[in-house]
Structure formats: C-alpha cells, structure tokens
C-alpha cells in the first residue's frame, strides 16, 4: 500500500493556510453558522474543511477525519487516515487574535497512537512544526525554551474547582501564570517546546482533531498527553466522536500534579 510523505502534508497545509490568510477579510468568513456543543461554527470554518477535503481526496487519502465533518471514506482500499484540524482557533481568525493554525496527523491503524505524523502550520502567527517518528522535530517560527525562568505558565481549561486547582498548582509549582490562548494545538507545540509548563483540560470536550497532530510532535519532544487517570491517550481509537480529558507536561510535572486533578474531579462530582 502506497502512503503519504510528509513533504506533501506539509505542503497541503501550507497551501490551506495561504488560502485562509487571503480569505480573512471577506464578511462571510466571520458570519455565525451554527452552534454545537458549546462551540461556534463560522464560515471560514466551512471553507476550510471544503478545502482540506479536496485536497486529500486528490492525494488519495482512504480515510480522513475532520473537525466539522467527522470521518470520511476519500478511497477504498487503502488503509491509510488522516486526522485533520483545519482551521484550529477560529474564532480567534475572525476577531483578528493572532493565535491560529492548521494542523494533521497521519498514519495507518485504529489508535492516536498509531498515527507517526504530524504536521502543524500557523496561520497567524506564521510558524511550521512537523515531525516523522523516530526522526527530529522541525521548527520554523517558534522559539524553544531550553531553561526554565522561576515562573510556571500553565494552560487551564475547566468548568469547576478553577480557583482551587490554580491555587493547589501555585502550592506546588511556586509561581503559577495562567494562559488561555484559544488555539490547542499551538498551546500544546508550546509545551513541547518548554514555553509552557502544563496544559491542563478537564471539561471533556477535546476533540481527536485538536490532539492529534501535537500528540505525534509532542511525543518525540519527550512531554507525556495523559487522560485523568494518568493513562497516555494513545489508546483513543480514531473515530469522529471522541471527546477527550488532557493533562500535557513532562513526566515529573505530570506525576506531581495528576492527584490534585484526581481529587478536585472527585469533589466536584460527588456533590
């Protein structure tokens, strides 16, 4: 069976993020289509997906994953998938916020863990990242942080127990800085890359599509993508309906922190 190079995903997404850059000033890109489950589907959003669709399906893709459309059979017979995220932050796109990109992971199987390819291209700011498993991780465009300064910024997403946790994490980290970016898969490349400390999100609505890419990357940087119980999340099955629970860090840092984040869970959901 024949597959992809990475040359060709990183080309795709290179051209997909060109066509949304020339795209970002039409008033129909920022119109509101819809809502689902807590999140805001505009129409550059729509676009984005018809572009990575065409795309792949002239690539020859068997099977592909999206964010808005969920999983598609491009060509029978091969066995090859590709997770695709094509426009990460999108909201940040349409109010102009500088935190934006575009992202695929690629491989053969029927886990995260079986994809070894990842690619992420930053639409706003302008960045490349990719990896190969097993090979050195590309970067363009972003600094890594090779020491660490006496604050930890950590990335925080939850419904209940906010206060309590950023407290907790000040206890055991020292100084703790809060960050929200509205782009996952650039907050995760960040962990990655040592700018910050922990990405922490416990509200269950993390999509395949939003880990994906950084997983693979991620995983050759040495930082650990966990659910709550501390379990790596490479046993999700690539399916579109996966929502997910994610700690991202360094081992030590994840070790220290899971029983907090196991014991605030564990209050909140027993009242």
């Known amino acids: 069976m024949c597959r992809l190079e990475v040359d060709d995903l990183v080309s795709v997404c290179r051209d997909v ?6 795209l970002q000033g039409l008033p129909s890109m920022r119109t509101k289509v819809f809502e689902r489950c807590g999140d805001v589907i505009w129409g550059i959003d729509l676009v984005a997906e018809s572009l990575v669709i065409e795309y792949f399906r002239e690539l020859g893709v068997g099977r592909l994953i999206t964010e808005d459309r969920g999983l598609l059979v491009l060509r029978d017979g091969r066995s090859d998938v590709a997770v695709v995220d094509p426009l990460d932050g999108s909201t940040n796109y349409v109010l102009g916020i500088p935190a934006c990109c575009v992202s695929v992971a690629y491989g ?3 886990r995260l863990c079986d994809l070894d390819v990842g690619v992420v291209i930053g639409i706003y700011p302008r960045f490349e990242v990719w990896v190969v498993r ?3 991780v590309v970067v363009r465009g972003l600094r890594v ?5 006496d604050v930890s910024i950590v990335s925080l997403y939850l419904e209940h127990g906010y206060e309590l946790l950023v407290r907790k994490l000040g206890e055991l980290l020292g100084s703790v800085k809060i960050r929200h970016l509205g782009c996952v898969a650039l907050e995760l490349l960040l962990v990655g890359l040592g700018s910050i400390t922990l990405f922490i999100d416990l509200r269950n609505r993390l999509r395949l599509t939003d880990v994906a890419a950084p997983y693979v990357i991620c995983r050759e940087l040495g930082v650990q993508f966990v659910d709550v119980l501390g379990e790596d999340i490479g046993y999700v099955p690539l399916v579109e309906n996966t929502r997910l629970r994610l700690v991202a860090g360094r081992v030590e840092i994840i070790k220290s922190v899971l029983p907090l984040i196991k014991g605030i869970l564990r209050d909140y959901s027993s009242r």
């Open 17 to 22: 993020a060109d066509k949304i850059r020339e």
């Open 108 to 110: 053969r199987g029927s």
């Open 134 to 136: 097993g090979r050195e």
């Open 145 to 149: 942080v090779s020491s660490g300064c």
